[in-house]
């Protein structure tokens, strides 16, 4: 047999080791390189493609669903501080056409007047003069009360 023919014939078998020596040589080398590494982060980005692009499309739509979540919840946030607005409005209403009311109603109503006023703060851009004067009529006719005793 010629050494054409025993080439040929294993070289591919005395390669392989001979490369697996070679790129652990190099691994193992004080030079940076990780071939290892890099062939089998290779190896798995093109087997787990369909599996990131999947991640990726997931990852888009979380976030789209995140900016709407943040928009319904900026929207009822919004909309809880306009009703607390109008009830705070009707109850000074209430109390400027003489009804009268519980300590517990008025306590119920100065807790919303106080979560309206929170939200304001936080809101500057939230419309309140509307409601300033109602609420300081309600504090003074609960102060007012608290003196007499005159709760209903």
């Given at each position: 047999?010629?050494?054409?023919?025993i080439?040929?014939?294993?070289?591919?078998?005395?390669?392989?080791p001979?490369?697996?020596i070679?790129?652990?040589?190099?691994?193992?080398?004080?030079i940076?390189?990780?071939?290892?590494?890099?062939?089998i982060?290779?190896?798995?980005?093109?087997?787990?493609?369909?599996?990131?692009?999947?991640l990726d499309a997931?990852?888009?739509?979380?976030?789209?669903?995140?900016?709407?979540?943040?928009e319904?919840?900026?929207?009822?946030?919004?909309?809880?501080?306009?009703?607390?607005?109008?009830?705070?409005?009707?109850?000074?209403?209430?109390?400027?056409?003489?009804?009268?009311h519980?300590?517990?109603?008025?306590?119920e109503?100065?807790?919303?007047?106080?979560d309206?006023?929170?939200?304001?703060?936080?809101?500057?851009?939230?419309?309140?003069?509307?409601?300033?004067?109602?609420?300081?009529n309600?504090?003074?006719?609960?102060?007012?009360?608290?003196?007499?005793h005159?709760?209903?």
């Open positions: 047999m010629s050494l054409k023919a080439l040929e014939t294993w070289g591919p078998v005395m390669v392989t001979a490369v697996i070679l790129l652990s040589l190099v691994e193992i080398a004080p940076k390189i990780n071939p290892w590494s890099a062939i982060g290779f190896l798995s980005k093109n087997l787990n493609a369909d599996v990131t692009q999947r997931m990852q888009q739509r979380l976030e789209e669903m995140q900016k709407k979540l943040d319904h919840v900026v929207t009822d946030d919004d909309r809880e501080a306009r009703s607390w607005r109008t009830q705070i409005l009707r109850f000074n209403d209430e109390l400027i056409h003489g009804a009268r519980t300590k517990e109603h008025f306590d109503m100065l807790d919303i007047v106080h309206y006023e929170g939200y304001c703060q936080k809101h500057k851009n939230f419309p309140n003069g509307k409601c300033v004067h109602a609420i300081d309600i504090n003074r006719v609960y102060d007012k009360l608290l003196e007499s005159d709760f209903l």
